[in-house]
Each structure stands twice: as structure tokens, then as C-alpha cells.
């Protein structure tokens, strides 16, 4: 995944993504849907 130097550092990390997923970010995502069909997220704003 994420090289990281610390622990510290890649939790930082995953927080961060955690976050854009609960703010429904879009980044990820294909026409509304998750890529690999997984997490049961439902992003509010469609892909570009």
C-alpha cells in the first residue's frame, strides 16, 4: 500500500482517507458505484 516511515504517519494517513469516505468523496468511484463492489458506501456526488 502506502509506504510510511512511522506508524504515526500512516495512521495519519488512513485517517485522512477514512474522512474523505465518510465525507462521501467521490474520488474513488465509478458511476456512483465503489470500485470492486464493496464498503456499502453511497457517494453523494457522481465521479468526473
Known amino acids: 500500500m502506502i509506504a510510511a516511515p512511522t506508524t504515526g504517519a500512516l495512521a495519519v494517513v488512513m485517517n485522512t482517507v477514512l474522512q474523505m469516505f465518510n465525507a462521501g468523496s467521490s474520488f474513488l468511484y ?12 453511497t457517494p453523494t456526488t457522481p465521479a468526473p
Open 30 to 41: 465509478t458511476n456512483n458505484s465503489p470500485i470492486g463492489g464493496g464498503g456499502g458506501e
